[in-house]
């Protein structure tokens, strides 16, 4: 419907007859074509102008490379896609960024967007490149970049010089741990798009179209005062028989992306676990036989994930059970998994949901906020599921839909600060891998303690209903007021009532608008806004990519008071 059209009072009546199921999952997916429409903005990268001068250059998109290097039919995890929302700089940070399968080896891909100015590299760009970085060094996978790239964005520099340094830096240490590094260089990189090649285990570059040098002719001309052309300066034919950083010369883009799945294939890769989990559906003959050593079968969620639109309120206040989630994202009844979820302290600190279960056909330990506020019995019953997921060596889900934990003098006495401690004590020296989800709301030190960006979960999404602050809007605004009401007090001085509900409103408007999911993905604080429908199948690539990686869980937790 456009803004001209109105409904008729037939559609209206419709609109207002909506069950509450049906009025929350059009909430929703009024969320996702808001997500949608910013993904695009990231696809359409430099505008239809420079997508089609690159096209006609007989050059491919980013996405469209990455396409044909993964394998066939298997699936793109793309991160931080909508990096650099709300600056000046294009959604997206010039850089595609994920997790593909190449010759059926999860690999961390990054691509350049050469229609972002050239693929030149500004603040954001650095901040998505160092996060693809840290997941590929904690999940033990080789990294793929295809670099097309104009080095700094110079007007910039002051803020990408000093940092950018770590990007080389990785990439040497990614070496040393034996986690191969690959660079296919389809066209000018230059400057700092020059050392991405040169410090790869290997490079690939394209014939009569790469170009690599730590100078253009420009440059050489004003330093040295050296006349040379390009090809002669840095191209790649003279990498490839005469400086020798080329290790394989490309006649065409698809060369090289050949050669490049020819260089994983041969990397002898093997992940950490080699346990193969199979759908139920898809299990046949032996394969589907329990008895067959390294296979597990794995069963559908009890209920569709598709009905998790239906699920979640309009209102971040109204509560929801997390079970409800949880049997929509988790295994169903198998040979392997004789109830979907084992709930741990059902009777105790409810309003914290912690169980036991499946994804995927791979164990997890699942902490999931029920009624929002974090007691001292949820906090104590945290700390001892966390320690117990260690003791087994099992991955932890943490869903988040928390206001924070309880205040007020009762809870105060009775330890509320301890407690809370202990959980963040527990989240923070916890040694398996941790992935958050923030499904709701995930306020104040709750954020913290349900594992929070600033702890290092391998992996973190959000939901596009989520929201994420110091604390709700109201909360702080009102907070705010009784402050300024105090001091006027203090003062002998009268109150304005007018400008304290002005305050109030833009302060509630502020934090609103700072706390929704498009601000805090741009920021980088998630790996990405998700369809709450994909979670299922995006948790179960993670957990496969953390099997790459040999993880044990610890002992050893500090004091905890």
């Given at each position: 419907?456009?803004?001209?059209?109105?409904?008729s009072?037939?559609?209206?009546?419709?609109?207002?007859?909506?069950?509450?199921?049906?009025e929350?999952?059009?909430?929703?997916?009024?969320?996702?074509?808001?997500?949608?429409?910013?993904h695009?903005?990231?696809v359409?990268?430099g505008?239809?102008?420079?997508?089609?001068?690159?096209h006609?250059?007989?050059?491919?998109?980013?996405?469209?490379?990455?396409?044909?290097?993964?394998?066939?039919g298997?699936?793109?995890?793309?991160?931080s896609?909508?990096?650099?929302?709300?600056?000046d700089?294009?959604?997206?940070a010039?850089?595609?960024?994920?997790?593909?399968?190449?010759?059926?080896?999860?690999c961390?891909?990054?691509?350049?967007?050469?229609t972002?100015?050239?693929?030149?590299?500004?603040?954001?760009?650095l901040?998505k490149?160092?996060r693809?970085?840290?997941?590929?060094?904690?999940?033990?996978?080789?990294?793929?970049?295809?670099?097309?790239?104009?080095?700094?964005?110079?007007?910039?520099?002051?803020?990408?010089?000093?940092?950018?340094?770590?990007?080389?830096?990785?990439?040497?240490?990614?070496?040393?741990?034996?986690?191969?590094?690959i660079?296919?260089?389809?066209?000018?990189s230059?400057?700092g798009?020059?050392?991405?090649?040169?410090?790869?285990d290997?490079?690939?570059?394209?014939?009569?179209?790469?170009?690599?040098?730590?100078a253009g002719?420009p440059?050489?001309?004003?330093?040295?005062g050296?006349?040379?052309?390009e090809?002669?300066?840095?191209?790649?034919?003279?990498?490839?028989?005469?400086?020798g950083l080329?290790?394989?010369?490309?006649?065409?883009?698809?060369?090289?992306?050949?050669?490049?799945?020819?260089?994983?294939?041969r990397?002898?890769?093997?992940?950490?676990?080699?346990?193969?989990?199979?759908?139920?559906?898809?299990?046949?003959?032996?394969?589907?036989d329990m008895?067959?050593?390294?296979v597990?079968?794995?069963?559908?969620?009890?209920?569709?994930?598709?009905?998790l639109?239906?699920?979640?309120?309009t209102?971040?206040k109204?509560?929801?059970?997390?079970?409800?989630?949880?049997?929509?994202?988790?295994?169903?009844?198998?040979?392997?998994?004789?109830?979907?979820?084992d709930?741990f302290?059902?009777l105790y600190?409810?309003?914290?949901?912690?169980?036991?279960?499946?994804l995927?056909?791979?164990?997890?330990g699942?902490?999931?906020?029920?009624?929002g506020?974090?007691?001292?019995?949820?906090?104590?019953k945290?700390?001892?599921?966390?320690?117990?997921?260690?003791?087994?060596n099992?991955?932890?889900l943490?869903?988040?839909?928390?206001?924070?934990?309880?205040?007020?003098?009762?809870y105060?006495?009775?330890?509320?600060?301890?407690?809370g401690?202990?959980?963040?004590?527990?989240?923070s020296?916890?040694?398996?891998?941790?992935?958050s989800?923030?499904?709701g709301?995930?306020?104040?030190?709750?954020?913290?303690?349900?594992?929070?960006?600033?702890y290092?979960?391998?992996?973190?999404?959000?939901?596009?209903?989520?929201?994420?602050?110091?604390m709700?809007?109201?909360?702080?605004?009102?907070?705010?007021?009784?402050?300024?009401r105090?001091?006027?007090?203090?003062?002998?001085?009268?109150?304005d009532?007018?400008?304290?509900?002005?305050?109030?409103?833009m302060?509630?408007?502020?934090?609103?608008?700072?706390?929704?999911?498009f601000?805090?993905?741009?920021?980088?604080?998630?790996d990405?806004?998700?369809?709450?429908?994909?979670?299922?199948?995006?948790?179960?690539?993670?957990?496969?990519?953390?099997?790459?990686a040999?993880?044990?869980?610890?002992?050893?937790?500090?004091?905890?008071r």
């Amino acid at each position: 419907m456009t803004a001209t059209e109105t409904e008729s009072p037939e559609a209206t009546e419709a609109v207002e007859a909506l069950t509450p199921e049906a009025e929350r999952r059009r909430h929703l997916l009024g969320k996702l074509a808001d997500v949608d429409a910013e993904h695009a903005k990231a696809v359409a990268g430099g505008g239809e102008k420079y997508v089609a001068r690159h096209h006609e250059r007989g050059k491919l998109l980013p996405r469209e490379r990455i396409e044909l290097l993964i394998d066939e039919g298997s699936a793109f995890l793309e991160l931080s896609p909508l990096a650099g929302w709300g600056t000046d700089f294009t959604v997206g940070a010039s850089v595609v960024c994920g997790i593909g399968v190449v010759e059926g080896v999860e690999c961390m891909i990054t691509a350049n967007d050469p229609t972002v100015k050239g693929g030149a590299s500004n603040p954001w760009t650095l901040k998505k490149i160092f996060r693809a970085s840290q997941i590929a060094e904690e999940n033990g996978l080789p990294t793929v970049s295809l670099v097309e790239s104009a080095g700094a964005d110079l007007p910039t520099q002051k803020e990408i010089f000093i940092p950018g340094g770590k990007l080389f830096r990785d990439l040497t240490r990614a070496s040393a741990r034996k986690q191969p590094t690959i660079a296919l260089v389809f066209g000018s990189s230059t400057a700092g798009g020059a050392y991405v090649p040169g410090l790869s285990d290997y490079t690939v570059m394209v014939k009569e179209r790469a170009q690599v040098f730590l100078a253009g002719p420009p440059l050489v001309k004003m330093a040295t005062g050296e006349e040379s052309d390009e090809e002669t300066l840095g191209g790649a034919e003279m990498h490839a028989r005469t400086s020798g950083l080329a290790d394989y010369l490309a006649e065409d883009e698809l060369d090289a992306i050949r050669i490049g799945r020819r260089i994983i294939a041969r990397l002898n890769w093997r992940k950490a676990s080699e346990t193969a989990y199979v759908p139920a559906a898809l299990a046949t003959g032996s394969a589907g036989d329990m008895g067959v050593p390294g296979v597990v079968t794995y069963a559908e969620p009890e209920h569709d994930p598709e009905t998790l639109l239906d699920l979640i309120p309009t209102d971040l206040k109204e509560p929801f059970d997390p079970r409800e989630v949880i049997v929509r994202l988790v295994d169903g009844v198998s040979a392997t998994n004789e109830v979907p979820f084992d709930e741990f302290k059902p009777l105790y600190g409810s309003s914290l949901v912690t169980g036991w279960a499946r994804l995927h056909g791979r164990p997890i330990g699942i902490l999931a906020n029920a009624q929002g506020v974090l007691f001292s019995e949820e906090a104590q019953k945290a700390t001892q599921f966390i320690q117990l997921a260690n003791q087994k060596n099992t991955p932890l889900l943490f869903l988040h839909n928390t206001t924070g934990y309880m205040v007020g003098a009762e809870y105060e006495q009775g330890g509320i600060i301890r407690h809370g401690s202990a959980m963040i004590n527990a989240v923070s020296n916890s040694k398996v891998p941790h992935i958050s989800v923030l499904i709701g709301a995930s306020y104040g030190a709750g954020n913290y303690g349900m594992n929070g960006r600033a702890y290092d979960p391998r992996f973190l999404f959000t939901w596009p209903n989520a929201k994420s602050a110091v604390m709700g809007p109201q909360q702080l605004a009102g907070v705010l007021s009784i402050v300024s009401r105090a001091a006027a007090e203090a003062k002998g001085k009268p109150y304005d009532e007018e400008a304290d509900a002005g305050m109030r409103a833009m302060v509630e408007s502020m934090i609103e608008e700072q706390s929704l999911p498009f601000v805090l993905s741009g920021m980088l604080y998630d790996d990405g806004v998700i369809d709450p429908r994909d979670t299922r199948t995006i948790l179960g690539i993670c957990l496969s990519v953390i099997d790459n990686a040999p993880f044990e869980g610890t002992d050893r937790f500090g004091v905890f008071r």
